[in-house]
């Protein structure tokens, strides 16, 4: 989400009571961290931010409603954040004399000098909202933060780089990702490894990712593994599944859980190649078989759906049907054979490679 969008859903930090939750953890402290800038304007934030983690431990209601009608000072607004709110209202404990939670009657008329912003890191039941009448509060502005997709990661991903005060290539973004997957705590912490390692030349290229991640490495041999594999490329696939095993030792990735994963990338390969098939029997264009998969499973990636539709150039679908029960078997020699492991898997990539067009068709 751009700062305009965000300007445009927060009301400009004007508002009185916030409500921020959702399944980003890391979006949730840099929206606060946007809205407590916002609503300072300027002022000192030593002074008027007042922070309280209400699920951890026993808190003193009374040091949060001091708080929330202490007057700022050297600042227009004071900013009390209050985290978990789920486990302070939810338990219905911290009443007053009358019965009633002191704090959400001060939500239902809360002081123009103050704004408060109630977060809960994860998700929040329509009921909830309900039984604690946040959600007939007029003053409330609710926003949800739900979890990125892949075009957000990356927006979050250049902004954090900007933090950082450096720039990074988008093949070295879609090798963070496809290294360390999609949780910002970890691409946060593997970025601040990355701007070090490339200072001062302060970008990060696709190199550097290889370079600072030895498990980046056992993945990108993972994939032009499977690209030499369906290109029919025995010996450069045989090449790279021992290339494959020396960086697996160095980033100390297990071999068998290694050889489990390129069959778990061959099975996806082999599905997806032999639906696009289906699909072209169908008559169907390579964009409308793209939409198609990619409303199947929307984490495909358009280039990866072409590479299925490259690959299928090179079998039948006969020929896929009968790999795909050849992969169903070295699975099941994986588990109850002898042999080396590494010889099953060899034996396998030899017969994807050398695959006879003269089998039929199994029924």
């Not at 979050?156 to 705590?185: H, R, S, T, Y």
């Amino acid at each position: 989400m751009t700062e305009a969008e965000l300007e445009k859903k927060l009301k400009g930090g004007t508002g009185l009571v916030y409500l921020i939750y959702g399944e980003e953890n890391l979006v949730i402290e840099d929206i606060v961290h946007w809205l407590t800038q916002k609503v300072l304007n300027g002022g000192v934030e030593d002074l008027n931010v007042d922070r309280f983690k209400l699920n951890e431990g026993k808190i003193d209601i009374e040091k949060v409603m001091e708080a929330m009608t202490l007057m700022p000072m050297l600042s227009e607004k004071r900013v009390v954040i209050l985290e978990g709110i789920s486990s302070f209202f939810g338990g219905k404990k911290k009443k007053d004399k009358g019965g009633e939670n002191p704090v959400l009657k001060w939500l239902q008329h809360p002081s123009e000098s103050h704004c408060v912003i109630l977060c809960e890191y994860g998700k929040l039941e329509d009921a909830f909202l309900k039984d604690l009448a946040l959600d007939q509060n007029p003053h409330l502005h609710p926003f949800c933060v739900n979890a990125l997709k892949e075009s957000e990661i990356k927006q979050w991903i250049q902004k954090e780089c900007k933090k950082l005060k450096v720039k990074i290539q988008d093949q070295a973004m879609d090798d963070l990702i496809d290294c360390v997957g999609e949780q910002l705590a970890i691409i946060r912490s593997t970025l601040e490894k990355l701007a070090l390692y490339v200072t001062p030349r302060l970008e990060i290229e696709a190199k550097d990712i290889k370079d600072v991640l030895p498990e980046a490495r056992v993945q990108t041999d993972l994939f032009e593994l499977i690209d030499f594999i369906f290109e029919r490329n025995a010996t450069q696939a045989l090449l790279k599944m021992h290339a494959l095993y020396e960086n697996a030792t160095m980033a100390r990735e297990s071999k068998d859980r290694l050889i489990f994963g390129t069959l778990s990338n061959l099975y996806q390969y082999l599905k997806n190649m032999i639906l696009c098939g289906v699909y072209q029997h169908q008559g169907l264009q390579e964009k409308d078989i793209i939409a198609t998969i990619k409303q199947r499973d929307f984490r495909q990636k358009d280039f990866v759906i072409r590479k299925y539709l490259r690959f299928l150039k090179n079998f039948r679908l006969d020929e896929l049907d009968i790999l795909f029960g050849e992969l169903v078997q070295t699975d099941l020699l994986l588990k109850s054979s002898k042999l080396d492991n590494d010889l099953i898997l060899e034996n396998l990539i030899l017969k994807i490679c050398n695959v006879s067009r003269n089998q039929t068709f199994r029924t």
